[in-house]
């Protein structure tokens, strides 16, 4: 699976950004995708996901009502929509892509088989 990963950049605190995820493989191999981020020293963290057949999505407590998921079927691309960015989302971000769902508990980094190769997000103060 190759990924073509876009939309990453700098943005003052308040500020909003788009990325965008393609994925090579058709989506009806795969059930869910989704991002997570990872500063330096940290593990990879769970952002937001979504159920590719049925659009049900999933976000981390620290982005719900700033940030919102969706996809785009046709075009096998996934969109996360970040708004009111704050300096502690400051990270690289990861798209990622699984053949599984799991429901609500699609969360986990094990659930995400297939990785982009990610794009910096900086937000200032």
């Known amino acids: 699976v190759e990924f073509v990963e876009s939309g990453g950049g700098s943005v003052q605190a308040g500020g909003s950004l788009r990325l965008s995820c393609a994925i090579s493989?058709?989506?009806?191999?795969?059930?869910?995708m989704g991002w997570f981020r990872q500063t330096p020293g940290k593990e990879r963290e769970f952002v937001a996901g979504v159920n590719l057949p049925a659009g049900i999505e999933l976000y981390a407590d620290s982005v719900k009502g700033r940030f919102s998921i969706s996809r785009d079927l046709q075009k096998r691309t996934a969109y996360l929509q970040m708004n009111s960015l704050k300096p502690e989302d400051t990270a690289e971000y990861y798209c990622?892509?699984?053949?599984?769902?799991?429901?609500?508990?699609?969360?986990?980094?094990?659930?995400?088989?297939?990785w982009g190769q990610g794009t910096q997000v900086t937000v200032g103060q």
């Open positions: 493989k058709s989506t009806s191999t795969m059930y869910v």
């Open positions: 990622g892509a699984g053949p599984y769902w799991r429901g609500y508990y699609t969360t986990a980094l094990g659930d995400y088989k297939y």
